[in-house]
């Protein structure tokens, strides 16, 4: 919305010529904006009351007070929940009013949407790292009390939380929402006084001219910058700028980053126990090992007799109840262990007769693992992928017409053909791009929360893996995921690509969701009659071969997908190279 406040270049010296800047516009501008804030803060704030009552089936009183229910059982404020959801609604709505006016500022000073764009991604970035991962006991806590993130959580409103201004203790919430309004109030300013003296000829004064100058030599720098990353990759400048792909791009990097949890997981104590074991003993099988199963049974054994003697001799009053809790916390401490004897014992077991298939044996932590290669592992982001996609490769032929420059291509003899394979090939690059991205993240999230290791081990020493009948190292296989997601994410690029020859952006957008997003979607939502056609499903090499196995059969879908690529290329050939203008 802030962008689309937004004029063209040449618009906006029109409108900056008047006498006062069209200074009324904005003033009209300016509501419209936080009305809009408030309407999207309402619709998803209300959605998810819907939600939360369709899943739980529970009456909602809403005018019973908040302390009314545990959490906010220590809250201050004397209010009921009806007045409590719309004081959220408004908070949020103000909150989004404040972010769009700042890019919507910095963009009327600089002109340039994208790197006005690049930069609040940066920074929302590092306001997430800085939420996500201080703690409230840090010195550093301020960063996370003011912050935007923690204005959308309730706690901002709800806890009693006290800060020190000017060494007086003032209440948090109050100071954020009096420096969030203030932040408005002069933003807001700062608009109507840009456009009432940012005229085209005459330099603004002051701060103002500052400002300007900072904004044109960081556009010359941008400018310098995408010529020598699109030096001679003209068709890739025209997706990423002229296609707003960039914004694509920066967005699904954000999801990306939004998406990887960098809070530590819970372990059992019997899961705590195995990570540290597997961290000395795991690897290839030996007489090690062995031995130390012996010697953790042979302890635990020994514990559990002691306490069954204590048991009896307290039974009969030999020993005091003393005596007889110390032996039971003992035994207690040492089931941990006996857990872990057993799930050892067992995983060597099954990975022992791997050697007489010609595989060597090794002891691997198969948690990480395990959460990877499980059939719905990727969903989310096989579709955010795909999302991206999407949008990204939705105008390719179509910026022609928008640039007038179809009707010059479709005069020449072949209708620019090298121009068309040009276009063609540009997309095979940043598919690989993406889902190399996309996959890492994944990788990188399991190792970073299980650590995984071992990865020159065969696949069939996972449990979760020992059905296939590939005879590959773990790393292997995590290659032929990737390489299996990217070919067939091209595939999906490149019918979009094609689609793109036949109708506007929009249009393209609203079909290839309708084909590759939303059967998706509701596969995700368990609606399994859609898993047949979801990309979600096709893309995943790993989900696909757990469900069906190896066979012809089981990538009928991925055959058919190819074949419509290919005609849809030679249709959109056809299109761009044989249509011919008079």
Known sequence: MAISFVSEKNVNLLINTCKNGRRILKMKQLPILILFSLFFSFAIYISEMLISLKIYDAPMNLYALIQSTDIFSDCILHINFLQLFAIHILFKAIIAS?????????????????????????ITAIELLLYKNISAQSNLSIFKTFNIFSLFDYRSISEYNL?????KPVRAEKAVWIIVLLIIFIISALILISANRNYPIKSPKKAFRILHVLFDKLSEFYAKLQSVIYAGRFETFKIMHIGKGLLVVIAFLLIIGFNFNTNPLVFSSTEAFLNDYYEEYGGELSEKVYKNIEKMRSEADAVESEYNFKSEQYASGEISLEEYELAAAKNEAYDTQRKAVDKLTEQIDRIESLSQKGIKPVLVNELGYNNLFYSQSNQTQILILICAVVILFSSVFFIEKGSNMLILNHCSKNGRKQLYFKKIFTVIPKTFTLTLVSYLSLILQNNYLYKLGNMNANIHNLECLQE????????EYIILNFIFEFIFVTVVGLIITSLSAFMPQLAVIIISACLFILPSALYMIDIYSAKEISTSYLLNFNALILDKGISIGSFIMHYALIVFCIVMLVLSNRKWCLTKER
Not at 98 to 122: C, E, Q
Not at 163 to 167: D, K, L, N
């Open 98 to 122: 404040m972010i769009a006016l700042a890019i919507w500022l910095f963009i009327s000073l600089s002109s340039n949407i994208i790197f006005v764009s690049a930069i609040a991604g940066v």
């Open 163 to 167: 800060v020190s201004v000017f060494s």
């Open 468 to 475: 296939i009948n590939l005879n590959l190292s773990i790393a």
